[in-house]
């Protein structure tokens, strides 16, 4: 649902097998294009193709009511719903988009570099003034939906990533305030007190790079105020000081040795060896983390239920940092619009944006509601937590790697994976992105 | 794995077969000048058209699905593109240039090379003595050849997964035994640590193929006369002198099959690494097959992922067509 499971789906993809599936999904099946046939015709009559990836209980069912209330009050409107797992969503809407055809009509997108690839190649339709209504309302979050000051995607979910503690163990470990917003000294003084209690005090899943990589990425949102990003991102230039910085600090935390055991082996979210796993299973303090881990982790646990004893704080800030101390780093999902669907698509956008159909996703805590009607709705305490500190005034970066698109943030993700493994330095980092950014052109 | 290999022997068989179909009717003299010839013709087309029936299907599989992607890929190595509208930015060979000054991806060739030779260094002795014993008439020999065989037939992912939980830092069933036993695990885990991960994948590699190599080993020796070896002990050999003299030589084309296979094998290693480590820690188990799907399907860089898939595909050909012309050479000749 919320949890995002990023990195390549390909179980055995060759190379070879990869093109074929992008060439054969061009012929696409026959109940993926007639909707498109169909939908000009006739007047009223027409189809909403949707994918969505809430495939499962509650999540599902819900997105089936919605689909069939919006069929109700728009007489004619068909939405022929796709849920499916979201790795299966992501290999096939990416399939989907190197055909060129068979894209659905309202699917979920990430923002960023990616939105930008797909906004290049004329696949999406600009809602700014086709949906200005929700666009305003939800204009807080639109920044990392925007190509050329217009908005491609209504974004109905945004996270933010902080740590996810296990309030027993800091306690067993005689951490009894722990502070929401700590400074990296303070942080540094848990992960002592864990480890002379003898656990380890945070995980994380290096094996799967990103997770690794959001630390790198919270070292450039606390050193950098966010122009200085913005700037680099336009310019591909990333020499400005702050962007070694968030290397070093990372160095810094690497130092004080507070990962798990195998670390640089360690998955993000599968199974209970991984990162998110050793969490659940009270094997760890922490974990560095987004808004889906309260799902990951219940869903992790034998009772299938999100533990009491989660808790959260944001990343700490460091001394003479030059970021906003409130700016913070996240990222959601979005509601984006194909390029030849009806218009009525962009009316089910709209509609999945709105106060009652953001409210009931806020009380099934699905995700982090964008519509401010919606936000205090979250069902979820913890959760709940977020949207203070989302909220709060600071901005928002975009997970580095979606926001520098696949390319660049591949290699990005890659050089912070040596920085880890000790195998690579600040400067190698920064190398890379420009590297890449390069060759990208 | 070797897709390419396997196809390769079954066309020949199909191609030749044409001609010497041919020449028989040929042979055959014909019987008036004129209407001879029509029925001739007629037979010939009929032949003709006989091949097409039973050649078309697997004819458009293998152009569908080997002969057209490695086409694509040639061509869509000579570009830049991102996945997504039509392929325009062509770039003429500076893909596999910025490939070969890859640090990664002559990593990731030196793994390569490197799982080619142990896996053929560490099998060989040890799938040669394991058939040897197997082929002793004992006790449990079914049992024991079965056992031996089982991770072969285990699926890779299956077996793959499998592994990664044994092989767990702190948790896995490999490190608790070696506490119980007082020794000490590496901290950071058999797959974790950059010096031990590739060491931790051949030996696993080794126990998933080994059972190959025993199995077609054992198949050779079947094939050895026994009268041989009655021959060996009438003139008083020893039990080593009958191996190294009779077993082993005879033992020979299996061998170099086995090889081969095994060397294709270890090129285009992937799936094992990727459920393990997916290349890391810190790219020391990468491969040049997870080099192209990081490039490709993760990175979006299709240009960079074909130039590698084309350049994995001739490093493959050269060594299959040396291997070929050194070692198996004689074999071939054997046969014909």
Redesign the interface.
Known sequence: MTRKMRGATAVALGATIALLAGACAGQGTADQESPDSENTAEGGEATVEWWHNSNTGEGKEYYDQVAADFEEANPGVTVQIEAMQHEDMLTKLQAAMQAGSGIPDVFMSRGGGELQNDVDAGLLRDLTEDAAESVEKISAFTGQYTVDDSVYALPFSMGIVGFWYNKDLFEEAGISDVSDSPTIDEFYGYVDQLKAAGIDPASVGAGDKWPAAHYWYYGVVRECTFDTVEAAIESGDYSDECFIKAGENVQDILDKEPFNPGFLATGAQEGPTSASGLLASERVGMELAGHWEPGVVGGLREDETVPDWLGWFAYPTFPGQAGDPSDQMGGGDAWAVSNDAPDVAVDFAEYLVSDEVQTGFAELDMGLPTNPAATDSVANETLAQLIPVRDGGGEAQLYLDTRLGQSIGNAMNDEIALLFAGEAGPQDVVDAIEEAAAAQG | MADDAAVATDVSPATSSGPAAGATRKGRPAAGPSAGGRRAKRSERRKYLEIAFFVAPALAMLIL??VW??I??VQ?SAF?W????PMV?FVGLSNYV?ILNND?FIGSLMNNLLIVVLSIAIQLPLGLAIALLLNRKMWGQGALRTIIFVPYVLAE?VAGVIWF?LV?????VIDTLLKSVGLEPP???W????DL?LWTVVAILTWKYLGLAVILFLAGLQGVPEELYEAAQLDGASWWQVQRRITVPLLGPTIRTWGFLSMIGSL?L??MV?IL??G????ATSTM?IF???E??????FGI??A??VILFLIALVMAVLYQRLILRRDAKGVA
Request: no cysteine; charged share 15%.
């Open positions: 699905f080997i992607p490695v694509t890929a869509m830049r991102n996945g997504r509208g930015d910025s990664v992912v939980q767990q830092p702190q948790y896995g901290a950071q885990g797959l974790g640590d950059m991960a285009q992937f799936d990727w480590t997916k890391g820690p810190a790219n097959a192209l799907v990081n490709g399907t993760r990175s979006n860089n992922a074909g590698a898939s």
